[in-house]
């Protein structure tokens, strides 16, 4: 609803606009006190729209209905504006504080995830413009996998002109627990044979296991966001459960 009382979900004050926010927040137009001086709820990441499209997408097939349908296709039609040759951004333009950088950085997590999205809205739309928006990041996704180490990096970092990509000191969980594996498991890039695919994924696992997996005892108890945190014995249940 609208006034006092009204929930601030989206932002048009960045471009693309129409971004759904980080954090929204009941009651007012001014920050919640929880929240002064930080800025967080200005902020507008693509894998939050990324999220409520694919959740929008899966209510559709359970419900049918039309309102979460539109809700998707707003979200990917959002996200699709936030490419550019053909990869999304990890945020809009004209952010401020950290977030103003996050259209110089691409996130294969963020990636992987809209790969999945947009594979969604083809699948129960029919409408191309999104296949071939996911077939455009994975293309761009294989050059981010190293076939030695078996994994993709983090993602890469405008620097001027050029993107520098992430080291795999930076290595994320959460580029092999969503991995796009059907396209993976269907693309000769990753192996000559389906079985060969297969082993292919099954090192991607190993590799997550040794770098970002926390052992007690020698016993593997959960994981970690990423190989630096594992270093610590800091477990994330976020990337545990994906990972289970």
Known sequence: GAGE????????????????????WLGGAGEPKSLE???????????????????AVQDYVRTKSPESLKLAKERADFLLKTTENGVIALGPQGQKGEAANFWNIRSVENNTSAIHCFDMLTDVT???QYRQAADRIFTWLKTKYDMNEHAFVRGEVRSGMTWKTDSM????????????????????????????????????????????????????????????????????????????
């Open 37 to 55: 001086g930080a800025g967080v709820w200005q902020q507008v990441k693509s894998g939050e729209n990324i999220w409520v499209g694919i959740a």
């Open 5 to 24: 009382n009204a929930v601030v979900t989206y932002s048009n004050a960045f471009k693309p606009a129409g971004g759904v926010l980080m954090v929204s």
């Open 169 to 244: 000191d930076q290595f994320s969980t959460d580029v092999v627990s969503w991995a796009p594996l059907s396209r993976i498991l269907d693309d000769m890039y990753f192996g000559g044979s389906r079985q060969e695919r297969l082993a292919e994924v099954e090192k991607m696992i190993a590799t997550a296991e040794k770098w970002s997996g926390v052992k007690k005892d020698g016993r593997l108890v959960g994981f970690a966001f990423g190989r630096q945190t594992a270093l610590k014995g800091v477990i994330s249940i976020e990337m545990s459960s994906q990972m289970a």
């Open 126 to 128: 029919g409408e191309v």
